[in-house]
């Protein structure tokens, strides 16, 4: 079945930096878009950032410029690499798997998610 596991959550003073990754397995991981999503406490899920299987990648305006998606499909995994945190970015991080093989994800959506990870938490203090 399909899986998706997060890591590399924690907690960091703001202006640091963080890596999640995404294990995924259970399916053909480069026929799909991922995704990053976050959720912090009160509020909706929100897109971060999702990157197509041709590599093209969307980001909300809220972390254009400081956080960059990326995939590796030699090894099914998916990366966020989140620079100069703010109090702000403090939430629940989610990987996410696009519900249809081959589509994009340039609206970030999270209703167009198949899958979900569990999450991750990152806290982000000033």
């Known amino acids: 079945q399909v899986q998706l596991a997060e890591s590399g959550g924690g907690s960091v003073q703001a202006g640091g930096s963080l890596r999640l990754s995404c294990a995924s397995s259970?399916?053909?991981?480069?026929?799909?878009?991922m995704g990053w999503f976050r959720q912090a406490p009160g509020k909706a899920r929100e897109g971060v950032a999702a990157?197509?299987?041709?590599?093209?990648?969307h980001y909300a305006d809220s972390v254009k410029g400081r956080f960059t998606i990326s995939r590796e499909n030699s090894e099914n995994t998916l990366y966020l690499q989140m620079n100069s945190l703010k109090p702000e970015d403090t939430a629940m991080y989610y990987c996410?798997?696009?519900?249809?093989?081959?589509?994009?994800?340039?609206?970030?959506?999270?209703?167009?998610?198949?899958?979900w990870g569990q999450g991750t938490q990152v806290t982000v203090s000033s």
């Open positions: 990157i197509d299987t041709d590599g093209r990648t």
């Open positions: 259970g399916y053909s991981f480069s026929i799909y878009s």
């Open positions: 996410a798997r696009h519900g249809s093989y081959g589509f994009r994800w340039t609206y970030l959506r999270s209703g167009d998610a198949g899958y």
